[in-house]
């Protein structure tokens, strides 16, 4: 008999009053704002996890006469759409977020950096921005937020490079640290998250954290947004607790044929049917920025991994060399293998080769690429090589 899964209704729920929760926030005071969101357990939902309140704290106790706050709605993993839906039909909890964070921390301007496909969304959001401003105007609250293009480049969802991009330059990481916290756009301390990070917070401010922290496990609080496509009975963008096994999800997404779960996109991890009942999707498993992407036995594993390995190897931007020739070689080296130019042997020199990449890249983009090669090459050798 199927689970349950448990879904929430807070990030679509119709009406917040954004500018009623803004005041309670600013009666409360700041540092009892950043102690709820602590006790929240938020973490950032971008896919890395950080801690929300922790990076807020860190802004606002660090000395500049200038701060940044910017949204990442830059959205380029592999079966991503959930920042879409929001900016859609909640774009006024995300500007709120924003002028939220800019208070807490002491910022006057923000940024939202939009994935260059979205560009649709910038009336909308334009609207939404002007509506903001003018109310935390009324607060007095001095915070002005912009709309920024990005032109289609994975590597620009990457924190740093993101902050490069913004600034002129190419979008390339660069070291961390410093991190943005410190020294972000043009050099000031930035906030940055994800654009469901913001709207997270907002529900924080208007439920509590008492109430928040309810849902989820002790290690992944609150819900999630989850992106689901591929073989499944039902697409779309769904809201759920985190802390489900990947079997109860297969149990009520699948299409009852379901050999594999691509968790967390490119840079995730494929989890074969024989690890659906102990692989839990969240901070003490398997986490995700949402993407699920459901296959079913009629899918070639292998046409899967070298699609991920062609994605990396046009995305990787070229900067250091484990990934951008480790990149090449990966996808180079499987498609040997699978045309019998190399011996089935030559899939571990690979998968070394992976491990590599893993602590030598610069950025998380090189350092992931091993995630889903790994767990393809382990779990599903037979169809790479027969
Ligand atoms: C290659 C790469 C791409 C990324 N793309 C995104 C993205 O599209 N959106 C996003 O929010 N975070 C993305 N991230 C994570 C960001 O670097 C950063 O951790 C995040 O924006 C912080 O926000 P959060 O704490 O709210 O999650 C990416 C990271 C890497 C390494
Ligand atoms: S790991 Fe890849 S994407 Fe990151 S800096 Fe190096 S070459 Fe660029």
């Given at each position: 008999?199927?689970t ?46 950080f ?24 959205e ?50 334009r609207?939404a921005i ?62 940055v998250?994800?654009?469901?990070t ?24 609150g ?31 699948g ?5 594999a ?43 899967i ?20 020739v ?35 890249s ?25």
């Open positions: 008999m199927a349950q899964l448990k879904r929430t209704e807070l990030i679509f729920k119709e009406y917040m009053d954004c500018n009623a929760l803004m005041k309670n926030v600013m009666k409360m005071g700041r540092d009892a704002f950043i102690q709820e969101l602590l006790d929240s357990g938020l973490k950032g939902r971008g896919g890395a996890g801690p929300t309140g922790l990076k807020w704290k860190i802004v606002k106790e660090t000395n500049s006469d200038v701060k940044y706050v910017v949204c990442n709605a830059d380029g993993e592999p079966g991503t759409f959930k920042d879409r839906e929001i900016l859609t039909k909640a774009s006024d909890k995300v500007v709120w977020g924003m002028a939220l964070a800019a208070y807490i921390v002491g910022a006057k301007e923000g940024f939202i950096y939009l994935r260059g496909e979205y560009k649709f969304l910038g009336t909308k959001l609207i002007d509506r903001m401003e003018n109310s935390i105007r009324a607060l007095g609250i001095n915070f002005k937020l912009e709309l920024v293009f990005g032109a289609g480049a994975y590597i620009c969802g990457e924190e740093t490079s993101l902050l490069q991009s913004m600034a002129g330059h190419r979008g390339e990481p660069t070291n961390k640290p410093p991190f943005p916290v410190n020294w972000g756009y043009l050099g000031k301390p930035t906030v998250n994800n654009v469901e913001f709207v997270n917070t907002m529900i924080i401010a208007e439920i509590g954290s008492a109430e928040y922290k309810k849902l989820g496990t002790k290690a992944s609080q819900s999630k947004l989850f992106s689901v496509s591929g073989d499944c009975c039902k697409e779309g963008v769904f809201e759920l607790e985190m802390g489900m096994t990947v079997q109860e999800f297969v149990e009520e997404f299409d009852g044929d379901t050999k779960v691509q968790v967390g996109g490119a840079s995730g991890f494929c989890v074969p049917r024989k690890e659906f009942a102990n692989t839990i999707i969240g901070y003490e498993g398997i986490p995700t920025g949402g993407s699920m992407k459901v296959f079913n036995s009629s899918r070639s594993m292998y046409n991994l070298e699609n991920y390995l062609v994605f990396f190897e046009e995305e990787s931007c070229g900067q250091c060399t484990p990934c951008r480790g990149t090449q070689q990966l996808l180079r080296g499987v498609r040997a293998v699978k045309r019998k130019e190399k011996p089935k042997s030559y899939l571990d020199e690979l998968l070394k080769l992976a491990n590599t990449m893993k602590y030598a610069k950025c998380g983009l090189g350092r992931s690429v091993g995630n889903a090669f790994k767990s393809i090459i382990e779990n599903f050798r037979e169809e790479i090589v027969y």
